[in-house]
């Protein structure tokens, strides 16, 4: 193992950990609240469909915060990179509160815009409406993790996750079991967990601002340019979410058995493609820096010294859930319908990892170059490649399976915008902007 692969790892594997422990959150959850019943499960599909896609269009504070931070710290400007880092942080503040009050208020106009039976769309809108004053906490998370990342403290954020799952789990079979709260037992515990985390992040990238003197309070120029350059992010974002919304909806239409399935089948992707991000995370990191310090070859060899270890990490992947498929299915629920169903879709999960590999690793680069312009037209253009794919599974009622055939479609349509924007120079700007 060479120096650029101790770098690469030095980084990725604090990050894996970190990265990891964010959806097993969603898992526990899952777990927990799969062994209530098949509506609960159901329920949980649809709410947490709509915070993961609230939070994830705001995975800009995270992705962009890192790039920004790394640039200024590339430079030399580590004054810089704490008052980028206390916009990213504000801007976070700004908008979890308003997704909060959104998914609050508007849960039950949200959940039934998905049209669920009855019974599965009120247990959707009591996850809501309950998880909902957690977003602002997440999205904190979000942009101190990016701070830190930006900074290559990677153990913060590792310790904080760990911690705060741990009370996760533990708050939840409290409240869910102990105490029959049923599925708001589990939003609450989640929360809670959620707002823990929030606050001593927070506190952490504060501290580190007083250290370097940067200013504290908003700085309205600072938050407009940090929304600025989030914007092309969030439209890459919001075709990804995309992407597992159409996915959703097609799976409503055939029952709550396959609506359940598809819920477990998109929590165990979202735990592979954290374990496959960890790489990216030192893609930003690293190509950020690089370009911030005018290191364009470098750049290039660490890129294509990632793209190796995204392939062998997605292969990885692969096997080990193969490996798993005929036991996986029981640990999130005891339907024998919901299981079956998830037998092929975990074989097609499996078999695209190395692909996805790819895809973390080249989209991690281009943010860390800040090329979201670039990302967001790619996303847009394999959106449009997908939809048809996931809409006739629907008209011709394929299965579950072929909906997940088709969204391997949509992961090979990414890979190939992504290799072919990494084989030209245009996306290697130097310097801190």
């Known amino acids: 193992m ?10 990725a594997v604090p990050a894996f950990a970190a990265l990891v422990s964010e959806p097993l959150m969603l898992a526990a959850d899952t777990a927990i609240i799969g062994h209530l019943g098949t509506d609960p499960l159901a329920g949980l599909a649809i709410a947490s469909t709509v915070l993961q896609t609230f939070v994830g269009l705001c995975v800009f504070l995270a992705y962009g915060t890192t790039a920004s931070v790394s640039r200024h710290i590339g430079a030399e400007d580590v004054r810089g990179a704490m008052a980028a880092g206390m916009s990213g942080l504000w801007l976070a503040v700004l908008i979890g509160a308003l997704a909060a009050l959104l998914a609050g208020a508007g849960a039950t106009l949200i959940v039934g815009a998905f049209g669920p039976e009855a019974a599965v769309g009120d247990q959707a809108v009591t996850y809501l409406v309950w998880a909902a004053p957690g977003i602002p906490a997440m999205l904190v998370v979000l942009a101190a993790t990016g701070v830190l990342r930006g900074m290559q403290d990677l153990k913060t954020p590792l310790y904080t996750v760990i911690v705060a799952n741990v009370a996760n789990v533990v708050l939840n079979l409290v409240l869910v079991y102990g105490l029959d709260m049923g599925i708001r037992g589990a939003a609450i515990g989640t929360t809670v967990a959620q707002l823990g985390s929030g606050l001593f992040l927070a506190y952490v990238v504060v501290r580190a601002v007083r250290r370097e003197r940067a200013p504290i309070r908003p700085d309205r120029s ?8 989030g914007v092309a992010l969030v439209v890459r974002t919001l075709t990804l979410r ?33 374990a496959l ?6 893609g930003q990191t690293l190509t950020g820096r690089s370009l911030g310090a005018g290191d364009v070859a470098g750049t290039r060899s660490t890129t294509r010294r990632m793209m190796g270890w995204g392939v062998a990490s997605g292969v990885v992947a692969a096997v080990l859930l193969l490996a798993s498929v005929p036991w996986l299915p029981g640990l999130f629920t005891s339907d024998e319908g919901v299981r079956h169903l998830l037998v092929g879709a975990l074989v097609v999960i499996a078999l695209t990892q190395p692909i996805s590999g790819v895809v973390f690793v080249l989209d991690g680069v281009l943010i860390g170059a800040g090329d979201g312009a670039y990302l967001a037209w790619a996303g847009v253009a394999t959106l449009v490649a997908y939809a048809p794919l996931a809409i006739a599974v629907w008209l011709l009622d394929a299965g579950l399976t072929w909906l997940w055939v088709a969204y391997a479609g949509f992961m090979l349509a990414r890979m190939i915008t992504l290799v072919l924007r990494e084989r030209t120079d245009r996306w290697m700007v130097v310097g801190t902007r």
């Open 242 to 274: 995309a992407a597992l919304l159409i996915a959703t909806v097609v799976a409503t239409t055939q029952g709550s058995e396959a609506l359940a399935a598809q819920q477990v089948a998109v929590t165990i992707v979202s735990i592979l493609a954290f």
């Open 277 to 282: 991000d960890a790489i990216a995370i030192a």
């Open 222 to 229: 600072g938050i407009r340019e940090s929304a600025r350059a």
């Open 2 to 11: 060479d120096t650029r692969d101790r770098e690469i790892f030095r980084i």
